[in-house]
């Protein structure tokens, strides 16, 4: 009973299998509400990070009690539920399409990563779409913790919240393949990731190695796997891919933020080493 009543509320209400992504409609639909929203994020966060520098001493943070862990649980639910509507819709849409696949000879797993020419962003899977796109933004405020209790500015973060809503954005404008993995991955990672960062933020231990470094890497390996898949289905299959140019600008982006994330993780391993050797020279002597 309780299975069927959630099977119900993540696949097959009216609201989701009628979803349609329009302009008119859709809140946050807009290009200039885009390119709005990530200038307001940005500038947002270089002003808190100027006032907190101009007003208070370097080395003194702003306590935020329990706020950050109250919004690590909450993103953590949110993508939770995400992953689970996402995956339901996905084996809705497949089962009750199976005389397509049968026609034009694809399976359920091409059909994950490519979606046939002609495929209008509407109905359960673009449903899910969209409310990822809408988590972005509150996945934002977590740059806003980072500030006010680190007293600095990542720009990394700053790069990668900015791409991912962009990258989001376009999944729904130009109806994009790879967009049901790649949000079954990134929201899989994101309860994971977000859970444990609630885990610490209430005293519990943390791990005895850098699992949301380890769980970023998984994921940008699981995506670039996936990208090289939908690039050999696209020139495999008769017509190719929908949305193959905003995949490409996708690719793009996400080539770049990979190269920066690698060259932190190195950093970040080089650092530990020159820690460790430096403790051990320290012993001996």
Not at 212 to 229: D, I, K, P
Request: proline residues 3%.
């Amino acid at each position: 009973m309780m299975i069927s009543t959630l099977t119900y509320y993540l696949s097959e209400h009216p609201s989701i299998i009628n979803f349609r992504w329009s302009h008119a409609q859709s809140w946050g639909s807009t290009w200039s509400f885009l390119f709005c929203s990530i200038a307001l994020y940005l500038t947002l966060a270089l002003l808190l990070h100027f006032l907190l520098s101009l007003f208070l001493r370097r080395n003194r943070s702003v306590s935020l009690g329990p706020i950050p862990a109250v919004h690590s649980l909450s993103m953590s639910v949110i993508s939770a539920t995400i992953f689970a509507g996402i995956l339901l819709s996905s084996a809705s849409e497949i089962r009750e399409t199976r005389w397509f696949f049968r026609r034009t000879k694809t399976t359920p797993f091409q059909w994950l990563l490519c979606f046939p020419l002609g495929t209008r962003p509407s109905g359960r899977v673009f449903f899910w779409s969209y409310i990822f796109y809408l988590s972005r933004f509150v996945h934002m405020l977590r740059t806003f913790f980072t500030i006010l209790r680190r007293r600095r500015i990542i720009f990394f973060q700053l790069f990668y919240n900015s791409i991912l809503t962009f990258t989001s954005f376009l999944w729904l404008e130009f109806s994009q393949s790879f967009q049901v993995l790649a949000i079954l991955f990134t929201t899989l990672v994101c309860s994971v990731v977000y859970g444990y960062r609630f885990w610490t933020g209430i005293g519990l231990p943390s791990a005895c190695f850098p699992l949301v470094v380890n769980c970023q890497m998984v994921l940008m390996g699981c995506n670039l796997v996936c990208h090289v898949g939908v690039l050999l289905l696209h020139f495999m299959k008769n017509g190719g891919c929908n949305g193959i140019r905003a995949w490409v600008f996708n690719s793009v982006l996400n080539g770049a933020i990979l190269l920066l994330f690698l060259k932190f993780y190195v950093k970040m391993v080089s650092d530990k080493r020159k820690n460790k050797f430096a403790k051990l020279a320290t012993k001996e002597l």
